[in-house]
């Protein structure tokens, strides 16, 4: 449900107080009051409820004076007060709110000067004002020495509305009629009406004790004024309220099929990369940062790669024994060539092995075995056959390509590759949706390596295993965790009955996949031509220092990290971020004890697990050290004139790196992202959220914003990672990492009902005419969701506990709706329609347009904020909510 509460724009201040008292002026004030956000004079219904709600009864009938477009009816109507009628001097905002709030009969509006109020005696238990008696103070020439005239005026409505003088507490117990005044000013001067005369009203008062005007607030109330489209109301698209402007302002840049605030901030991140390693001063006591600088200079020796031309890549094809598309090839070897592939060299042909902690017993690690072997983006581009048949087309052409770069034939190349293409069609046929994959209890399975070769037995499974983790020793009686055993059963099935020709054409361009984005300029314009389709991409732009950026991210992440976390993370930040997470744990934990869907033994356990999240923030420690950032990549050879060997050397050093993972625990140390990697994530089986150095930057985060705009950044972005541990997924891991039951059957019962919703819901939305999975979705849209809950709950106590903060100078936001703009802006986003479509059928997150429609709809304190009505866009009337 919704109720107005943050402020419009600030309206242009008459050129005279005297004219506060004129019916003109706020006629012309409110002319378009319908369709502008609440205006809220000294804050709004929460800066004053605490005190407000205890001195009130749910049948008292309540006076409102000098109402204006604020929320304050809708909000106590919504508290639970429904009786309030509503009067203005301004005939305009009275017609306004009546049309605003139509759905809601039980309000009344009626235009009325607060000096001839015409009610009959004892209409009403209370009256509350917050800034209409300072109006009639304007007449004044000093503001801060009333004369006696002004305190007979205010005297006198007082007088009129039966105002009695108390003694002892403010609001005591109910006379026959109360004043109730919460202005800043009022609220002390109800205790004597004569204080009017000693506390005075301060007109047109000094904008810096209730504006930020120091240069960051100037400047990133700019940055949200930019972003803005103020023709479209928040509550009609509030993603197009907030992110129009941005949508304007940034076309695609060229070569990109996306663009987003996580790509800007990720360019920015590359560009300090490169000036750090292109310093030609460059001095590290780590070997680890200088294996780092001299793959980026091998990537960027352009020369040398086009002088080698395809000749390492053909090289390496001979050295495992040929390729049928190109040449001689042993048609005995399937085994020595799936070794090759997919263990020195880290390709993923019919299924992916790697070695991870347990699910169900998180201390250990186990071999861990799933399925792979599609190279477009999923299943369905094979499966569609007719809504893909152009990305099919051009992928065949990028196969023959590459095939004859590499010394194909043109009169059997094409051919080869469509056998190729077909046996991947059959893949996809068996591939498992992930929409179907979102219950790890139902695809885990634990079993030995003898039982997994009688499961699948077109392979040598001891013989694959056992060298993928050389050197460590292997049985037939070691676990072996599988997801998915009926994928993994056709697989063996699919492979018994291909033709070994096909076999072996497979699993090399398995292999040419893998390396030719080290390869020379043709295998680059070679992929443009199919990403162009795929995507939706013209030619790249892309600088070369860029891609090598990336490639060095890739190979050497931690090392890379320290140059980064040294040359720009301010340590602060972390103590700052580490005490925004125990807020919006806080907060959380707090809203665990109203869900009234949930039994105590489940809320308890919930609350338990809460606690024991482990929050990563910045960096792990070992990059700092370097000793231990050298023992990490000690054993990877970087050579600064090769960069194809570097790649390969890269492959099979991190074979061995798997390998030595599996006799020991997890650890913490080992992150999944590098310290410069614009995201976040949760990870289940250590019960740990991760936040990198690179996400804890501007527009997620700046000490010097308010925090409503950290709070609805990087606070969301926490409460987001904190709400996967408890999403359709992430709840079915304990306290302490392990996949078990531990919710009671009633509670889950509830959960599935409540996620049904929200699974319907985002189901709903479309993208160019092509509807969202919501089942596909369906965890981090919970996440959204609770991450947006935990966040502003979380930016509500700590106001409550250091009080308001200045609000961005213009920008005509109060604090309460700076939070949802803020948050709406990190997802403001531009895509192509090809991408925009594999994003439907490939990303677990909805569309960012949607992630911030369907969050926001589902929000009570959003709808409130903004007074979005009951059958407005943004406000269906039927609020999804999980946690």
Known sequence: MASPGPSAPLPELPEKNCWYREVQYWDQRYRCAADSAPYEWFGDFSSFRDLLEPELLPEDRILVLGCGNSALSYELFLAGFPDVTSVDYSSVVVAAMRARYA??????????????????????????EKGTLDALLTGEQDPWTVSSEGVHTVDQVLSEVGFRKRTGHLLGSHTQLELVLVGVSLLLAALLVGCFVALGVQYHRDPSHSTCLTEACIRVAGKILESLDRGVSPCEDFYQFSCGGWIRRNPLPDGRSRWNTFNSLWDQNQAILKHLLENTTFNSSSEAERKTQRFYLSCLQVERIEELGAQPLQDLIDKIGGWNITGPWDRDNFMEVLKAVAGTYRATPFFTVYISADSKSSNSNVIQVDQSGLFLPSRDYYLNRTANEKVLTAYLDYMEELGMLLGGQPASTREQMRQVLELEIQLANITVPQDQRRDEEKIYHKMSIMELQALAPSMDWLEFLSFLLSP???????????????????????????????LNNYLIWNLVQKTTSSLDRRFE?????????????????????????????????????????????????????????????TAFEEALGHLVWMDEKTRQAAKEKADAIYDMIGFPDFILDPKELDDVYDGYEVSEDSFFQNMLNLYNFSAKVMADQLRKPPSRDQWSMTPQTVNAYY???????????????????????????????????????LTHAFDDQGREYDKEGNLRPWWQNESLAAFRNHTACMEEQYSQYQV?????????????????????????????????????????PAVGLTNHQLFFVGFAQVWCSVRTPESSHEGLVTDPHSPARFRVLGTLSNSRDFLRHFGCPVGSPMNSGQLCEVW
């Open 472 to 502: 460590l020793e292997l049985g037939d009686s070691e676990p072996v965790v599988v997801y998915g055993t009926d994928y993994l059963q056709q697989v063996s099935e699919l492979i018994n009955r291909t033709e070994p020709s096909v």
């Open 103 to 128: 759905h809601v009969p039980k309000l009344r509006w009626e235009t009325m000067d607060v000096r001839a109020l015409d009610f009959p005696s004892g209409s009403f238990d209370v009256v509350l």
């Open 525 to 585: 314009s070679a992929q443009e031509k199919l990403l162009e389709t795929l995507y939706g991409t013209k030619k790249s732009c892309t600088p070369r220092w860029q891609t090598c950026i990336s490639n060095t991210d890739d190979a050497l992440g931690f090392a890379l990290g320290s140059l980064f976390v040294k040359a720009t993370f301010d340590r602060q930040s972390k103590e700052i971020a580490e005490g925004m997470i125990s807020e919006i744990r």
């Open 683 to 721: 990870l289940p089986t250590k019960n740990e959220i991760v936040f990198p150095a690179g996400i804890l930057q501007a527009p997620f985060y700046a000490r010097n914003h308010p925090k409503a705009l950290n709070f609805g950044g990087i606070g969301v972005v926490m409460g987001h990672e």
């Open 768 to 808: 160019n005419g092509e509807k969202l999975n919501g089942r596909q979705t369906l965890g981090e849209n919970i996440a959204d969701n609770g991450g947006l809950k935990a966040a502003y709950n979380a930016y509500k106590a700590w106001l409550r506990k250091h009080g308001e903060e200045q609000q961005l």
